[in-house]
């Protein structure tokens, strides 16, 4: 059975869910729930995955990444989970890199809150021992990476009799980094009457074999690239900035104060993201507002026409709200998360540059994202340039820049005789030159030049180097993992990431300690929360803190070893999201 991309439906909603959604077979309180983060309405490979997995049949699924995918396994799973036997675990999800896991197992966490179903994320380069313990008191939900899934598997800590659903995410990404044989021996753990869905890309003959081996007469669904045509993209500059999920915030904010633009649309993919992003623009005193389909009609009509006027300086919207709109030339686009398709690239950024004017398009990526730029590189032959995300001494220079250029303008209008007055009377007991200086300093703080800012970790996007000796290139022949033996970790990179991992075995950085702190997911815990409060109480730059590990009722944070009794002592006479928590040096 296969399945063609059919177009979003625009029947009125229903019971005031998305009428997508509702009409997808999913139940009441996953539909409120995608109601409350914003969902809209479903993407292609969604509304072609929800129902042949709910009415549990294998699924064979080929569409890029950023199309949606997670949501098309995620909430079918979720729901049939909800319904089924207690074992656990009860379902399985692989992914290619460390990045991929740590996603899907917030998405997850995300869609499910409301059925009370346990996540939980294990991938290489983290402590061992929270999974460990997670594992013993069972979880419903596990996300791995191939690597440490066969290391819980082997160490009896893992066991899968009991899954009903297996799901292989980015397969092609996984052959590609040399676990064919890793998955050949997962699967074989697993119950011969389990649902299996298996997403990728591409659709080489190995993926097909796999398939044809471990799925049973599945519903094939191919949801094809979207054509566009050679230079159908205006001619605007197009800048990409890497930066991982917990900063992507931060970095917009960072890349908007050096742009300072005269009027920008921010695209995001759900009213949940508008809403918080809208907030956190406005509490840097930008002149922003939000548009998307849980608006009225007044309310919208308001906005657009202080959007048109100039009274709003940034539009953040969905691109559902903004299709059909009569939204003017701006000069600067941003993508605050990367479209599904080229072709809703081309569209959005097609909002500025126009009637030879000159625009510029800002697309915020996280590094698994990094091909999806190569792809609309290829489609629209326009070039994106991947830069870093600006320092905080880029900053500072570029307020120092405004200053200037603000008291030049002044100067060159002349309209300063009323002042000469206070000059004279200053000088009589002060330098000149320091009398200017001191209202340059003004001047620079008025503008809010002296803020205090958080320097943002640089990423380099993760290309796989394929040159390198030690590089499982895609086909290569692995030592079986169930075959005995230490499984062969001098070949394989580190998951996610295109060399071996320069840590020990066991994840930790040379020379660093991790601190354990008593508070988690339940409570609310965020990486941001963590970073911002060891950054602010114990003096350390962000760029000095390593991984921030966040479980359920417990948190694990690597800074400098050398600065460990420091950050304890800093953190034990703070609060974190409102409370005192344990704060201890954890041991492996």
């Known amino acids: 059975m296969k399945s063609d991309h059919t177009e979003p439906s625009t029947a009125p909603s229903v019971h005031g869910f998305s009428p997508g959604f509702a009409a997808l077979g999913l139940e009441g309180s996953l539909l409120a729930t995608l109601d409350t983060l914003g969902y809209e309405e479903p993407t292609p490979i969604q509304r072609e995955s929800i129902p042949p997995l709910l009415a549990g049949r294998d699924l064979l699924g080929q569409a890029a990444t950023g199309t949606g995918k997670t949501a098309s396994f995620a909430l ?23 990045e991929l896991a740590i996603q899907v ?30 594992l013993k008191r069972g979880v419903d939900v596990v996300v791995a990476t191939p690597g440490r899934a066969l290391d819980h598997i082997r160490r009896n800590t893992l066991q899968l009799k009991h899954v009903q659903m297996v799901v292989l ?16 021996a997962i699967l074989t753990q697993t119950p011969p ?29 191919k949801i094809a690239k979207e054509l566009v045509k050679a230079g159908a993209a205006p001619r605007v500059l197009q800048t990409a900035y890497v930066v991982n999920r917990p ?55 308001r906005v657009m026409t202080a959007f048109k006027s100039g009274q709003t300086q940034i539009l953040v919207a969905t691109d559902v709200a903004a299709r059909g709109l009569d939204i003017p030339s701006v000069s600067h686009v941003v993508n605050y998360d990367l479209p599904s398709s080229p072709e809703v690239y081309v569209h959005r950024i097609g909002r500025t540059g126009r009637a030879g004017r000159e625009g510029e398009a800002i697309t915020i990526v996280e590094p698994r994202e990094h091909r999806l730029l190569r792809n609309i590189e290829q489609l629209t032959k326009a070039k994106i340039v991947v830069a870093q995300v600006p320092s905080v001494a880029d900053l500072r220079t570029k307020r120092i820049e405004r200053t200037l250029t603000s008291i030049r303008e002044l100067l060159a209008a002349g309209d300063v005789e009323h002042f000469r007055s206070v000059v004279t009377v ?33 990423v380099q996007a993760r290309v796989p180097d394929y040159s390198r000796p030690d590089y499982a290139r895609p086909g290569m022949r692995r030592p079986s993992p169930m075959s005995g033996g230490e499984m062969s ?13 320069a840590r020990p075995t066991g994840g930790r950085t040379p ?78």
Do not use: W
């Open 76 to 98: 079918p799973m979720l729901q049939r989970l909800a319904h089924g036997a207690k074992q656990r675990p009860a379902a399985l999800i692989l992914v290619p890199t460390r």
């Open 105 to 134: 197992g917030e998405a997850m966490q995300r869609y499910g809150k409301e059925l009370r179903i346990s996540v939980l994320a294990v991938y290489g380069g983290q402590a061992i021992g929270p999974q460990l313990y997670a």
């Open 169 to 184: 995410d980015e397969a092609d990404e996984m052959l590609d980094m040399g676990f064919a044989d890793d998955l050949e």
């Open 193 to 221: 009457e389990r649902q299996t869905a298996l997403f990728s890309a591409t659709m080489p003959p190995r993926i097909a074999s796999i398939a044809h081996r471990h799925l049973k007469n599945p519903v094939e669904i």
């Open 247 to 301: 900063y992507k915030v931060a970095a917009l904010i960072r890349v908007l104060d050096l742009a300072a633009p005269k009027s920008a649309l921010v695209f995001c993919r759900t009213r949940l993201e508008v809403d918080e992003l809208t907030a956190g623009l406005a509490g840097r005193d930008y002149r922003a507002e939000a548009i998307h389909g849980g608006m009225s009609q007044p309310q919208r009509d």
């Open 426 to 458: 200053l000088a009589k007991d002060f330098e000149l030159v320091d009398v200017a200086a001191a209202a340059v300093k003004l001047a620079h703080q008025a503008q809010g030049g002296d803020a205090e800012e958080q320097e943002i970790p640089s």
């Open 489 to 501: 970790r001098g070949v394989r990179p580190r998951e996610g990431q295109g060399r071996p991992s």
């Open 511 to 588: 020379n660093s300690a991790r601190i354990y702190i008593g508070a988690g997911r339940a409570a609310g815990i965020r990486p941001g929360d963590l970073v911002g409060a060891i950054a602010n109480e114990a003096k350390l730059g962000s760029a000095q803190i390593g991984g921030v590990e966040i479980e359920e009722r417990f948190s694990l944070v690597e800074v400098p070893e050398s600065m460990a009794r420091d950050v304890i002592e800093a953190l034990g006479r703070t609060r974190i999201k409102g409370q005192k928590v344990a704060v201890r040096l954890f041991r492996d």
